[in-house]
């Protein structure tokens, strides 16, 4: 079992529309949770990182939240945009044990005008 | 350019040869690290190299991966004997420091491998 677990698996929307993204995590502890998003073809770019001791995170129109005590985070994406489109991967970095870095199978998500 | 640089983009090669993957991090980057996506699969952390220290490999698949960092700043992935199943995206990244437990990542665009 993937210690990083995110849902739903795949997400369509329509442009303008709110979503929400999860993530729910075994690894314990760790040293900060990242969001990344992933265009297609391209490299993963950073949109968040926590450390335990945030609850919420902010990056434009992306809002990442943390509950250390459920392990679980979430992404929110708000007014989306045709470009929002990709795969948003979340990971859990455990810097304690050398460089222990669990990825998520990451979320696709499509935005339709 | 100011971001992480990759060569090649794509390769194909015959299962049984060596290939190496070249990875040119953002100037002034302490902090290099590869990563593998294996089509359908989420990323894998294979070698993270700081500064003059000993690289962590535990997330190198076999002894045919292997990786050099020549002078703190290029990087060499080199895989030895390929076989079907290294067929993968293959991604570096660089950050400022590495240590710092917020320090950011930048990924190149990467090396899609294709062993046939």
């Known amino acids: 079992k993937n210690q990083v677990e995110q849902s739903p698996q795949s997400l369509i929307i329509l442009e303008g529309k709110n979503c929400t993204l999860q993530?729910?995590?075994?690894?314990?502890?760790?040293?900060?949770l990242r969001w990344y998003k992933q265009d297609t073809g391209r490299g993963p770019v950073s949109l968040t990182i926590?450390?335990?001791?945030?609850n919420t995170k902010s990056n434009g129109r992306y809002t990442a939240t943390l509950d250390a005590d459920t392990k679980q985070s979430s992404l929110h994406i708000t007014a989306s945009q045709l470009s929002d489109s990709a795969s948003y991967i979340c990971?859990?970095?455990?810097?304690?044990?050398?460089?222990?870095?669990?990825f998520g199978a990451g979320t696709r998500l499509f935005v339709k005008a | 350019g100011a971001g992480v640089s990759q060569s090649p983009s794509n390769k194909v090669t015959e299962k049984g040869k060596d290939v190496e993957l070249r990875c040119d991090p953002i100037?002034?980057?302490?902090?290099l690290y590869w990563y593998r996506q294996s089509l359908g699969q989420g990323l894998e952390f294979l070698i993270y190299?700081?500064?003059?220290?000993?690289?962590?490999k535990s997330g190198l698949p076999s002894d045919r991966f292997s990786a050099e960092r020549t002078g703190g700043s290029v990087s060499t992935l080199t895989i030895q004997r390929t076989q079907q199943e290294d067929s993968a995206v293959y991604l570096c990244?660089?950050?400022?420091?590495?240590?710092?437990?917020?320090?950011?990542?930048?990924f190149g665009p990467g090396t899609r491998l294709t062993v046939l």
């Open positions: 100037s002034g980057h302490t902090a």
């Open positions: 990971v859990v970095l455990d810097l304690q044990r050398g460089f222990k870095t669990i």
């Open positions: 926590m450390t335990f001791s945030e």
């Open positions: 190299f700081q500064g003059n220290s000993a690289p962590d």
């Open positions: 990244a660089s950050s400022f420091q590495g240590t710092a437990s917020t320090d950011t990542q930048y």
């Open positions: 993530c729910n995590y075994t690894v314990s502890p760790f040293s900060n």
